[in-house]
């Protein structure tokens, strides 16, 4: 559903119930802070997306920029009990899983007397820019494709909507971001909000025993270094 959908059913329930609606581009920046606002409730499956592009490595080098929206780290979505960051690495034949380790452990590792190889660890690190890097180790060697590629699951930071927008595809279809923005303008609709949120969360944990790794989906590589 295109967040002009939403926007218009919105339209017609204030047409019925009041007040006036609101100018459709405040409407539009209440819809994405409701939205950033029920993301920072939890891990959601559906506003999870890869690394795109994904990463290519370059021999020797062991740290590459991460996409502005990118967060703290990958999601937890990996592992038999989902307690594993989704970050893959794939060497052109091989995929495997890269085991997060914290940037001050990262920090005590010989990483510049440690021979090049495939990278079995990670960091993730803020760069000098404000943004974030993810940090190899050990740094890559040079392999049969002449580079690595990482991808992963992340919640991306950034949910600015227009009104040309495709929404999240939110589970079951939820009318939760309707009715988020009109409880703001009716306190009625606050129960239709919360019973949203209840079908949302249900909905997760029923999902939560299907644990997956994410596959790279194509070569569109950048490196990013630094």
Known sequence: MLVSDILDDIDEVLERTGPVAPDRLILTKWMSQELREIIGKGTWTWAQQHLNPTIATQTGIRNYLLPANFPDNFTRAAGEQGDEYAAMIDDGTNESQLTYIAPELYFTRNIRGTANGRPSEYSIIGSSSGGRELFLFPAPDSNTSTYYTVDGLYQPTDWTLTERDQRPL??????ILKFAVLRRLNGDFEAKYQEA????????????????????????????MR
């Open 170 to 175: 939110i589970t079951g279809n939820s009318p």
């Open 197 to 224: 949120l209840g079908f949302l969360r249900y909905e997760q944990s029923k999902s939560s025993k299907a644990r997956f790794a994410p596959a790279v989906p194509h070569r569109n590589t950048y490196s990013g």
